[in-house]
């Protein structure tokens, strides 16, 4: 039997409050869709442009049944959730990816087992369950390494980089008991990202790989494309794993992949992500389908969009440190060319907090980025001056 094709009228739910999902009803909004809105928070992002909201607890089954019997099919905008939420909706409706997808990603251990049993290359990683095993996965991968909470994190949250046995332990104390990870430092050359979707029909789209740059373990910069030949190898293996990664999770949905590439130029995958991801922003301007539309088409098993460049990007994000100074001088960024504002209605700009983000169009992705840093300072009323400013 075919699967069904949710046609434009329908609606469509989504788990998950944040900006993503603010970005992803929009464009469903512009297709025709309904969407509602599953989320604890009062006046999130997504709230504030969607049909309808359902301010719940995930842990609620009865606001889930109301939700999932409400909508047409289920997607998330958000991987932190409780994975019995999903089960749940699925008793009443499509949920897709589904939650055999989010037990894989949303904990590190068994993220990286399941990968790594279909052969896809990861970081080497030990489950530490005592302190005698954190002496273990020292003895194993030398220092430094990094331990990480398996469940939960995000951003950088619940992770230390540890360099001594000391330092091993004291983290151990401060992350466990909850199940915790160690993985062998990697010294990377870079990082790099994939989105990969896939329909209920198996019809897979890939997006061109896009480099990733961090400050404080969130991210800072993102560019695409890359065009030199080393580049290209790269881009070629990047999107085999995606499309390996995709079909063996039975992952129908958007995927983001994030990579380190080390020393010789291969891959290591670092973790999943189930849905839109910070890194693929870009692709509103720069790509002929966006990610949000592209997460739409593969839930609502429609046909899969062209992911073709159409003119160099690069985004930068706007952390509630722009707001350090007063309030950012948006108009200087409104007044050049090839420059895209988008901020995601949060009232409060705090350190860390991912208030929006600036995409900027050129004739290179390089010149995308610098554009881009120099247009964020001038809104953080830092130096720098651009010309027409």
Not at 14 to 29: C, I, N, S
Not at 189 to 212: D, F, H, K, M, W
Request: some cysteine; overall charge negative.
């Amino acid at each position: 039997m075919n699967p069904r094709i949710i046609e434009p009228g329908g609606t469509i739910g989504v788990f998950g409050g944040g900006q993503l999902g603010r970005m992803f009803t929009m464009v469903a909004a512009r297709l025709g869709y309904r969407v509602v809105i599953f989320t604890p928070e009062l006046n999130s992002p997504a709230s504030q442009v969607a049909h309808e909201t359902i301010q719940a607890d995930y842990e609620d089954p009865s606001a889930v049944r109301r939700f999932a019997e409400s909508v047409d099919v289920v997607t998330l905008e958000f991987e932190n959730i409780s994975v019995d939420a999903l089960e749940r909706a699925c008793e009443h409706v499509p949920v897709r990816p589904g939650p055999h997808v989010l037990r894989v990603a949303q904990q590190r251990i068994v993220e990286k087992s399941t990968l790594r049993k279909n052969g896809f290359p990861v970081t080497p990683f030990l489950a530490i369950e005592s302190e005698s095993d954190v002496d273990m996965a020292a003895k194993q991968f030398g220092w430094p390494m990094v331990l990480k909470t398996a469940s939960w994190g995000y951003d950088g949250k619940g992770q230390r980089k540890v360099s001594s046995v000391r330092e091993a332990h004291d983290a151990w104390q401060m992350l466990g008991p909850s199940p915790v990870i160690a993985e062998k430092w990697i010294p990377f050359e870079r990082e790099v990202s994939i989105l990969v979707a896939r329909n209920e029909l198996g019809e897979i789209a890939t997006y061109p790989v896009v480099q990733n740059e961090h400050s404080n373990h969130i991210l800072d910069l993102s560019k695409s494309p890359l065009l030199s030949e080393q580049d290209k190898c790269l881009c070629d293996a990047a999107e085999e794993i995606g499309r390996g990664v995709v079909d063996a999770l039975d992952c129908c949905g958007l995927l983001c992949i994030e990579f380190f590439v080390v020393d010789d130029g291969s891959l290591l995958i670092n973790e999943l992500a189930p849905r839109p991801h910070n890194s693929g922003h870009l692709t509103i301007e720069s790509n002929q389908t966006s990610q949000f539309e592209q997460q739409l088409r593969a839930v609502c098993n429609l046909p899969m969009g062209k992911t073709d460049i159409k003119r160099p990007a690069a985004m930068a994000n706007l952390l509630g440190e722009v707001w350090n100074c007063g309030a950012p001088k948006f108009h200087l960024a409104m007044k050049q060319s090839e420059t895209f504002l988008h901020l995601y209605g949060k009232s409060d700009p705090r350190p860390g907090r991912k208030m929006g983000h600036l995409t900027c169009l050129d004739e290179s992705a390089d010149a995308a980025a610098e554009r881009a840093l120099l247009i964020r300072d001038q809104l953080a009323q830092r130096t720098h001056r651009l010309p027409g400013m």
